[in-house]
């Protein structure tokens, strides 16, 4: 730290502007407070995310409760009892409490389903061919991302110009094979 080296830390203040200082610090903050301080939580005893239950139970005791207590990491009392009503202070935590649970836990069908119907709405209000908009470039990237095929348009180069077009894929043949609700 610049305790221990007092010639290295005014070089290095010497050499970076501000807002490289400000990240260098901020960095420095992360690796040796926060991210240690979240590592030794236990998910779903000291902190995690409110199930579906807890969800119900927590609307029917408060129903202007606040989205970032629905959405991200809360504290817990005791193995899966959530707080009633407290919520992590400091912003730095409750996201890395937060990656961590949802890494843990997984996505909640809830803000998947609220996740894909504003991707819709976004979708929706652009402009341009669907395959074009930026919501279907970023839902196209996602499918990818997961290992899967998005049917719709895809570009295929023309043999004998040279040059890209666009056709539609042919959809897959399901036999009887129906995704599942849950």
């Known amino acids: 730290g610049p305790l221990k080296d007092k010639q290295a830390a005014s070089a290095v203040s010497v050499a970076l502007d501000d807002e490289y200082m400000k990240m260098l610090n901020l960095s420095h903050d992360l690796i040796n407070n926060f991210i240690p301080h979240a590592m030794g939580k236990i998910n779903r005893v000291s902190f995690g995310l409110l199930s579906k239950g807890d969800l119900k139970i927590a609307e029917e005791t408060d129903p202007n409760m606040s989205m970032a207590r629905r959405l991200a990491a809360v504290p817990f009392v005791g193995k899966d009892v959530p707080s009633r009503a407290s919520q992590f202070s400091h912003p730095d935590i409750v996201i890395g409490l937060t990656i961590m649970a949802y890494r843990y836990e997984g996505i909640r069908m809830t803000d998947f389903v609220t996740t894909l119907q504003e991707l819709r709405d976004m979708l929706d209000g652009e402009f341009g061919p669907?395959?074009?908009?930026?919501?279907?470039?970023?839902?196209?990237?996602?499918?990818e991302a997961a290992g899967g095929k998005v049917r719709g348009p895809r570009k295929v180069e023309n043999s004998?110009?040279?040059?890209?077009?666009?056709?539609?894929?042919a959809a897959p043949a399901y036999s009887g094979i129906r995704p599942t609700d849950d």
């Open 160 to 169: 004998e110009s040279g040059d890209e077009e666009t056709e539609f894929m």
């Open 130 to 143: 669907y395959h074009k908009r930026p919501s279907a470039l970023r839902w196209i990237s996602w499918v």
